[in-house]
């Protein structure tokens, strides 16, 4: 075991990387892995909670995924990437959690809300989809994290987290109601009180128009049909970005005040990803003054993108051809994780005052 401080982070496999993973997380996952002791999860059982009748696509999406990472350079013999459903003390920890969490608290939770709206799922979603969030809270805590990289819309989760570790810690621990989040650990808590470190970009928008219900540009994401994603071809890439939604109002485009949700997709895309600063600054300037079209900047963003992309949709290639390198990589990931789950799951126990026998997780 290495004394680095411990990160953990995930992604559900519900598709393949796009754009938004990359400057919301998988940037920060990639960089953060000679620092940190990292777990990167492969949240499976998540995707269950919107596609519960489509588990082969879950399975590819699971292989798609760690094929992604890998290409985008995360270092099995660095960082543990692992498959969630295969670490049972995570699940064991969500039912414990989700007896000290009132559920119109777990209601409240605003990107649970969102994630209904923008999805689609009106009053038919299952039981488990607002477990999730619970169950989210379990992901993070069985490896006791020093950090927890992820994109904006993840905070409200990360909140829940840290109620919920300050209820078991003041329950169970014996730490005092009032005590500083920072002293938790010290003062006995199993658990610290996480802090989430937001990627370079909170909130990438995707490439479609904004919702008719809000007028607010929507996230790209995976489950919106609205990404770029790190295998698609350079025709589909330059396809998709000619067909972008742009701003018809161009002001937009350079109003200090505007938030992400209302800018022009297409700035927002260069922001993120064009280098060249004093480019996107002149060329935003002639684009308000109505000097320049799409057409110019769509190219240079095709460029742009195009440069981020090939060289790991060429590393994709390679593990794309050898899927026992893929699995080999997501067993020595999970059974590390579990060493570390296990012996939260332990701490926790004892001090629910529910250790009565020891028990060793093996895989085969
Ligand atoms: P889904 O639609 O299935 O929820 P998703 O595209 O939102 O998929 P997640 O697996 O939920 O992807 O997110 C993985 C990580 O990537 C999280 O840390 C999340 O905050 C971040 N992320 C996802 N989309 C974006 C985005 N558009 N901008 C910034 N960060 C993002
Ligand atoms: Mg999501």
């Given at each position: 075991?290495?004394?680095?401080?411990?990160?953990?982070?995930?992604?559900?496999?519900?598709?393949?990387?796009?754009?938004?993973?990359?400057?919301?997380?998988?940037?920060?996952?990639?960089?953060?892995?000679?620092?940190?002791?990292?777990?990167?999860?492969?949240?499976?059982?998540?995707?269950?909670?919107?596609?519960?009748?489509q588990?082969?696509e879950?399975?590819?999406?699971v292989?798609?995924?760690?094929?992604?990472?890998?290409?985008?350079?995360?270092?099995?013999?660095?960082?543990?990437?692992?498959?969630?459903?295969e670490?049972?003390?995570?699940?064991?920890?969500?039912?414990?959690?989700?007896?000290?969490?009132?559920f119109?608290r777990?209601?409240?939770?605003?990107?649970?809300?969102?994630?209904i709206?923008?999805?689609?799922?009106?009053?038919?979603?299952?039981?488990?989809?607002?477990?999730?969030?619970?169950g989210?809270?379990?992901?993070?805590?069985?490896?006791?994290?020093?950090?927890?990289?992820?994109?904006?819309?993840?905070?409200?989760?990360?909140?829940?987290?840290r109620?919920?570790?300050?209820?078991f810690?003041?329950?169970?621990c014996?730490v005092?109601?009032?005590?500083?989040?920072?002293?938790?650990?010290r003062?006995?808590?199993?658990?610290?009180?996480?802090?989430?470190?937001?990627?370079r970009?909170?909130?990438?928008?995707?490439l479609?128009?904004?919702?008719?219900?809000?007028?607010?540009?929507?996230?790209?994401?995976?489950?919106?049909?609205?990404?770029?994603?790190?295998?698609?071809?350079?025709?589909?890439?330059e396809?998709?970005?000619?067909?972008?939604?742009?701003?018809?109002?161009?002001?937009?485009?350079?109003?200090p005040?505007?938030?992400?949700?209302?800018?022009?997709?297409?700035?927002?895309?260069?922001?993120?990803?064009n280098?060249?600063?004093?480019?996107?600054?002149?060329?935003?300037?002639?684009?308000?003054?109505?000097?320049?079209g799409?057409?110019?900047?769509?190219?240079?963003?095709?460029?742009?993108?195009?440069?981020?992309v090939?060289?790991?949709?060429?590393?994709?290639?390679?593990?794309?051809?050898?899927?026992?390198?893929?699995?080999?990589?997501?067993?020595?990931?999970?059974?590390?994780?579990n060493v570390?789950?296990?012996?939260t799951?332990?701490?926790?126990?004892?001090?629910?005052?529910?250790?009565?026998?020891?028990?060793?997780?093996?895989?085969?």
């Amino acid at each position: 075991m290495s004394n680095r401080p411990r990160l953990l982070s995930g992604i559900t496999p519900t598709g393949k990387m796009h754009l938004g993973h990359w400057v919301g997380a998988i940037e920060n996952w990639v960089n953060l892995q000679n620092d940190f002791d990292c777990f990167y999860l492969l949240a499976n059982k998540h995707a269950f909670t919107t596609r519960a009748n489509q588990p082969a696509e879950i399975r590819a999406s699971v292989m798609d995924l760690a094929t992604d990472l890998l290409a985008c350079g995360i270092d099995p013999s660095k960082s543990a990437l692992f498959i969630q459903s295969e670490v049972p003390c995570i699940d064991e920890l969500t039912f414990f959690l989700s007896m000290l969490l009132p559920f119109n608290r777990v209601m409240r939770n605003p990107t649970l809300a969102e994630e209904i709206r923008d999805k689609g799922l009106g009053d038919h979603y299952p039981f488990g989809f607002p477990l999730y969030a619970v169950g989210q809270c379990a992901d993070i805590l069985a490896f006791r994290p020093d950090v927890v990289p992820v994109g904006e819309d993840q905070v409200p989760h990360l909140e829940l987290c840290r109620e919920v570790t300050r209820k078991f810690n003041v329950t169970y621990c014996g730490v005092d109601s009032h005590a500083r989040d920072e002293d938790h650990a010290r003062l006995g808590g199993v658990f610290p009180v996480i802090r989430p470190r937001i990627g370079r970009v909170k909130r990438l928008v995707g490439l479609g128009a904004p919702s008719a219900e809000t007028g607010q540009l929507l996230k790209m994401s995976k489950s919106l049909n609205n990404a770029i994603y790190f295998d698609d071809e350079p025709g589909e890439i330059e396809k998709k970005i000619r067909g972008m939604y742009t701003d018809p109002k161009r002001l937009r485009a350079t109003d200090p005040g505007e938030t992400d949700a209302g800018k022009n997709p297409l700035w927002a895309m260069h922001e993120a990803f064009n280098s060249d600063v004093a480019w996107v600054e002149s060329h935003k300037a002639q684009y308000a003054a109505g000097q320049v079209g799409d057409v110019v900047i769509k190219k240079k963003l095709i460029e742009v993108i195009e440069t981020l992309v090939s060289p790991i949709r060429e590393r994709r290639r390679h593990y794309a051809a050898r899927p026992g390198d893929v699995l080999d990589a997501l067993k020595l990931g999970t059974a590390r994780a579990n060493v570390v789950a296990e012996e939260t799951l332990s701490l926790a126990k004892a001090a629910m005052k529910q250790d009565y026998f020891g028990r060793v997780v093996e895989l085969r």
